[in-house]
């Protein structure tokens, strides 16, 4: 069983920062690749951004350039820094762990860009 807890979300202005963190329980942590994906109101869900198990990044082409996700494995913890915001990053952010046939979903964070 895996546990995913995401904090960091809140409101800030356009062309703002923040940092989610999203902390996790279990062993498979390390092994495992993390991403981070964004729902805005009325609209599906989308990947913002991975990092697998050895570290290497993908990021959604707009998000290049403003957002770094890091994970730190001995604190089972993946990041999310969110740089020059935008009203359109507005959204609920989740976590999710996937390694093999396994996945599990945080419970979000909201994100709310003010212009």
């Known amino acids: 069983q895996v546990q995913l807890v995401e904090s960091g979300g809140g409101l800030v202005q356009a062309g703002g920062s923040l940092r989610l963190s999203c902390a996790a329980s279990?062993?498979?942590?390390?092994?495992?690749?993390m991403a981070w994906s964004r729902q805005a109101p009325g609209k599906q869900r989308e990947m913002v951004a991975t990092?697998?198990?050895?570290?290497?990044?993908s990021y959604a082409d707009s998000v290049k350039g403003r957002f770094t996700i890091s994970r730190d494995n001995a604190k089972k913890t993946v990041y999310l820094q969110m740089n020059s915001l935008k009203p359109e990053d507005t959204g609920v952010y989740y976590c999710?762990?996937?390694?093999?046939?396994?996945?599990?979903w945080g419970q979000g964070t909201q994100v709310t860009v003010s212009s």
């Open positions: 999710n762990l996937k390694y093999l046939a396994f996945t599990s």
């Open positions: 279990g062993s498979i942590f390390s092994v495992a690749g």
């Open positions: 990092v697998t198990a050895g570290s290497i990044t």
